[in-house]
């Protein structure tokens, strides 16, 4: 423990509903949760808001697209500060579908992703829940 | 797509298990991936690398400590930047038990939550797999 944790020792408190979409609005990378064979994995990703639902777009083969598919996913987006210590995160949960094709977003409403490779399926998370954290300095 | 998008396209390495290991012992917050009775759950969450484990501290109530015990769970750690659209991330995945009190660290080897609140329990995962990826700038 330094002085340093005392004196910027954060609390937390709920983020509303609007709070929590609004910074998913703004943010354009965060980690989905999801299960294979041997239990949760978490893996950074590109993703955009459309319509409410979070689009992903991956690859045919990619751990995602084997395992996430109709399952319970999450996706969390998060800033934090390590110098104050403060910062937020938000937590999307829903089920993973394939966005179908008379559903395709323009290109312009689809994540852009950072890594090249192709990434021809595009992911949907319906929200079923949308929570969120902001980390206050105390 | 913007030109941006084209002048900046990444791509990914693997990581090697040393790569990985000295980036987890370098950072101190990551985000720890566990499944409740919906699914899959991400929060954010101080940790500390102790004799090959990661160790984090929770409450007695939290969700972590209700349904991560005795389970596969996962901690992702990274740093990405948005301006150059590049960096890494690491996955730790393992089964979270409780540190037996024989077993507990040091003061200082405990890790140090940024959030204010007790959290008197101290929670382990040993790795059974621990990778990562470079996302590095083309």
Redesign the interface.
């Known amino acids: 423990?330094?002085i340093h944790?005392y004196l910027?020792?954060?609390?937390?408190r709920e983020m509303s509903r609007e709070e929590c979409l609004e910074r998913l609005n703004v943010e354009?990378?965060g980690?989905v949760?999801?299960?294979d064979d041997?239990?949760?994995?978490?893996?950074?990703v590109n993703y955009r808001i459309r319509e409410g639902s979070v689009i992903i777009a991956t690859g045919l083969s990619t751990a995602l697209a084997r395992f996430a598919i109709g399952?319970?996913?999450?996706?969390?987006v998060?800033d934090?500060d390590?110098l104050t210590?403060?910062g937020w995160?938000v937590?999307v949960?829903g089920r993973a579908e394939i966005v179908p094709h008379d559903g395709m977003p323009e290109?312009g409403g689809r994540p852009?992703p950072?890594?090249?490779?192709p990434r021809p399926l595009l992911i949907q998370i319906v929200p079923?829940t949308v929570t969120g954290r902001w980390?206050i300095e105390?």
Do not use: I, Q, Y
């Open positions: 423990m330094t944790g910027f020792r954060s609390h937390l354009v990378v980690r949760g999801f299960n041997l239990g949760p994995v978490v893996l950074p399952k319970a996913v999450a996706l969390e998060e934090v390590p210590e403060s995160s937590l949960r290109p852009r950072w890594a090249d490779g079923e980390l105390a």
